[in-house]
């Protein structure tokens, strides 16, 4: 049995990344009453996932972090370890699928880790992964791990000091590191808020496993919110169980309402985000939520390519 990731935890990777990680903004929404927005892409690496990077990295003993972090990664962890690991002063070695936009592979590169690029899924990275660790370095997995989770509760507890008991808490869901870090610490602090986690119609391996009270495999496919495809693993440890037992619903967004979403971000903050920061804002237009009362989307990145996005803007996508 594996302790799951505790309010006290959070805390601690709050202490422990302060000062490395960015405390992003929060807007109102100037044309949704109730709406505000976490404008978490504006986190160095433009996605939250520096934050559960960092806190793993700063987590390491000198002896592991000298031995070289690896990862398989859809792109906005891959670059955030990178960042993470060089800011320590450690080796990132991540493994991608061929589906992961080359912008995305570039900006890993500059950040100065070694990219392989392996298969047509995140299952086939993950064998790279496995060969990495079996020649001794350490592997940071993007959700489903302690410090990954709770470096990304972190932005739980700025999104409820900045809106003490807010009604509900839309969360873009994936492998569900975001979703259980940040239930898991609003779930503690304000128990009535409402918590959703939000991903794509096509692919979204949490919402098939939830229905099938165990984990499960999808098929990946392409989307607008291409950091929510991959997989939950199927001997998931933690993040299942924490999705299971703290998100009150999971809601499913088709490509032409989170392209919306986008439309209406850039619209109100002038910013380009990616799909996966726009489930969100997506569900409130499409009228798949209810703003009841404060509500809190969560943007979590902005790592889309410029050509993409501006198909978006025009109407194409
Ligand atoms: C990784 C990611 C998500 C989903 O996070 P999980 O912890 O995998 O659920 C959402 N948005 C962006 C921009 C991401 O990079």
């Known amino acids: 049995m594996?302790?799951?990731?505790?309010?006290?935890?959070?805390?601690?990777?709050?202490?422990?990344?302060?000062g490395k990680v960015l405390r992003t903004p929060t807007l109102v929404d100037p044309q949704i009453a109730g709406l505000f927005l976490?404008?978490?892409?504006?986190?160095?690496?433009?996605?939250?996932?520096?934050?559960?990077?960092?806190n793993a990295v700063l987590s390491l003993s000198s002896a592991d972090l000298g031995r070289g972090v690896v990862t398989a990664s859809t792109g906005n962890h891959g670059r955030a370890l990178a960042h993470a690991a060089r800011a320590a002063g450690?080796?990132?070695v991540v493994c991608l699928s061929a589906l992961v936009p080359s912008n995305k592979v570039q900006a890993i590169r500059?950040?100065?880790a070694e990219v392989r690029i392996i298969g047509q899924s995140q299952d086939e990275a993950m064998l790279e992964v496995a060969r990495a660790v079996a020649q001794g370095m350490i592997e940071v997995p993007p959700f489903d791990h302690p410090a990954v989770i709770a470096g990304q509760g972190t932005l739980g507890l700025e999104i409820l000091a900045d809106s003490p008991a807010p009604a509900m808490v839309l969360i873009p869901l994936s492998g569900?590191?975001?979703?259980?870090g940040v239930a898991t610490a609003i779930r503690a602090l304000s128990p009535q808020t409402r918590l959703i986690g939000i991903s794509m119609e096509r692919g979204a391996a949490m919402d098939a496993s939830l229905r099938a009270g165990r984990p499960v495999d999808v098929t990946e496919l392409a989307?607008?919110?291409?950091?929510?495809?991959g997989g939950i693993g199927l001997q998931n440890r933690l993040t299942f169980n924490a999705c299971r037992d703290l998100l009150d619903e999971v809601i499913l967004m088709?490509?032409?309402?989170?392209?919306a979403g986008m439309r209406h971000i850039h619209a109100v903050t002038g910013d380009a985000v990616e799909g996966a920061a726009a489930v969100g804002v997506a569900a409130v237009l499409a009228g798949k939520v209810q703003i009841t009362g404060p509500?809190?989307?969560?943007?979590?990145?902005?790592?889309?390519?410029?050509?993409?996005?501006?198909e978006v803007l025009a109407g194409r996508l």
């Open 110 to 112: 500059d950040l100065g």
């Open 176 to 180: 569900g590191g975001l979703a259980a």
């Open 254 to 259: 088709s490509e032409d309402e989170i392209a």
């Open 223 to 229: 989307t607008l919110a291409d950091s929510l495809g």
């Open 90 to 92: 450690g080796r990132a």
């Open 295 to 310: 509500t809190v989307a969560i943007l979590s990145g902005r790592n889309v390519a410029a050509p993409r996005f501006a």
């Open 2 to 18: 594996i302790a799951s990731v505790t309010l006290a935890d959070i805390q601690g990777a709050e202490r422990r990344i302060a």
């Open 38 to 54: 976490k404008q978490e892409y504006r986190q160095t690496t433009g996605a939250f996932k520096l934050r559960g990077a960092t």
